[in-house]
């Protein structure tokens, strides 16, 4: 489901591009580790952003970094994912406690 969405995000962001800068994907199954980061050249000054970063921990889908439009969380949900399985790690743990997702 991961692979599947970051895969998604990564074909969409690149659709048309006329830049040299592309997204791409990093899986670490081994690890849990999962990643959507933009590379390229603006320029004469090289890019780099991680646009999603998400980690299986504890039996949760952790959030570690989400600069899409409307959220990848979202997009966990529409797929049947309970938000009692998303933790929101982009905010401070105190904070996590006022959103609808899992605290940890």
């Known amino acids: ?6 895969s998604d995000y990564r074909a969409w962001s690149n659709q048309g591009r006329k830049d040299d ?3 791409m994907c990093a899986f670490d199954d ?4 999962y990643l959507l980061v933009r590379v390229g050249w603006e320029g004469k000054r090289r890019f780099r952003q991680i646009v999603l970063h998400l980690r299986l921990h504890e039996g949760k889908i952790w959030i570690e970094t ?13 797929a049947g ?12 743990p105190h904070l996590r ?3 609808d997702f899992a605290v940890a």
């Open 97 to 99: 406690q006022y959103t």
């Open 21 to 23: 800068i592309v997204a």
């Open 81 to 92: 994912v309970p938000n009692s399985d998303i933790v929101l790690a982009f905010h401070p």
């Open 30 to 33: 081994e690890a849990g580790q």
């Open 1 to 6: 489901l991961i692979k599947r969405g970051l």
């Open 66 to 78: 989400d600069d899409t439009y409307d959220g990848f969380a979202t997009e966990l949900l529409k």
